[in-house]
């Protein structure tokens, strides 16, 4: 795929799932300018190579400075908020503090950047938004994680608004579901144990295993290109066949 003469914000960036993305679309040829807060994962991003892009410092959760964020950044071709976090959390420790943290960063985050970057005219006419969902909340249910599911299924139908409201721009919408992927965010999840885990990438019909973040980063890469110009308002599951049994 060839993804020249685009310019790509990919929150995330400094990690998993994000950080293969900005390194799939910088070889594609796109100017990726990739957000996290880490300050040594920033200036790897960096050293790997953006094609002019920046590695941009910036705490999602500081939602009073997005405006001013929003208004001094470039305009975009695509945006792929892949900023993320899961928290374990079952029904008898639940918490509004846990469940406000984790809705926050995954659905909140998301809606408010895209909002400022359109208000800010920085989303380009015949774009393209994608947001990283998850398969557990619009398919399947996975103990502990009820916060982390219902933010997941938000962002599946905020896609789908966001994709009538910006469809007359030429601007698409369109989510990516993954299965479980060998990222930070899995090797630390406590919802599961490393034993649960192992039992579990048994039942991935293909290989046996959990994904590499590479091969979400191809579909994401697939959603920033012209080659799904006629694709707005969906979901794409991309998780071994895991969801379908
Ligand atoms: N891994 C999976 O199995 C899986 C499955 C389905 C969906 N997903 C989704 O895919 C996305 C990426 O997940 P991942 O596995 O790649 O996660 P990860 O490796 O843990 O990376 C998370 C990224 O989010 C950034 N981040 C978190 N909170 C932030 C904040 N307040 N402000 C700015 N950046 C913030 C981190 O930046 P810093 O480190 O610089 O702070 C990091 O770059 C997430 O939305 C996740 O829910 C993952």
């Given at each position: 795929m060839n993804l020249n003469g685009k310019r790509v914000l990919v929150t995330g960036a400094t990690s998993g799932i994000g950080l293969a993305t900005a390194r799939a679309l910088a070889a594609m040829g796109a100017e990726v300018w990739g957000l996290g807060r880490d300050e040594g994962r920033l200036q790897a991003l960096r050293d790997g190579g953006l094609n002019g892009g920046q590695a941009l410092a910036f705490d999602l959760l500081d939602f009073s400075a997005y405006r001013a964020f929003a208004a001094g950044l470039p305009v975009f071709d695509a945006v792929v908020h892949s900023a993320g976090v899961v928290e374990n959390s079952p029904l008898r420790y639940f918490s509004l503090e846990k469940y406000q943290r984790t809705v926050d960063t995954n659905q909140s985050a998301p809606l408010l950047l895209s909002a400022e970057l359109a208000r800010a005219a920085k989303l380009g006419a015949g774009g393209s938004l994608v947001f990283l969902a998850s398969i557990s909340g619009t398919s399947i249910g996975m103990k502990g994680i009820a916060a982390y599911a219902a933010s997941k299924a938000a962002l599946v139908g905020m896609a789908k608004v966001l994709a009538l409201e910006l469809a007359p721009k030429g601007i698409r919408v369109n989510c990516v579901s993954p299965g479980m992927v060998n990222t930070e965010l899995v090797a630390g999840?406590?919802?599961?144990?490393d034993e649960a885990k192992r039992a579990d990438m048994q039942k991935y019909p293909l290989g046996g295993r959990y994904a590499e973040p590479r091969e979400v980063a191809g579909v994401i890469a697939f959603l920033v290109?012209?080659?799904?110009?006629?694709?707005?308002g969906q979901n794409l599951t991309v998780d071994g066949g895991y969801s379908i049994q």
């Open positions: 999840a406590t919802y599961l144990s290109s012209d080659h799904s110009s006629f694709m707005t």
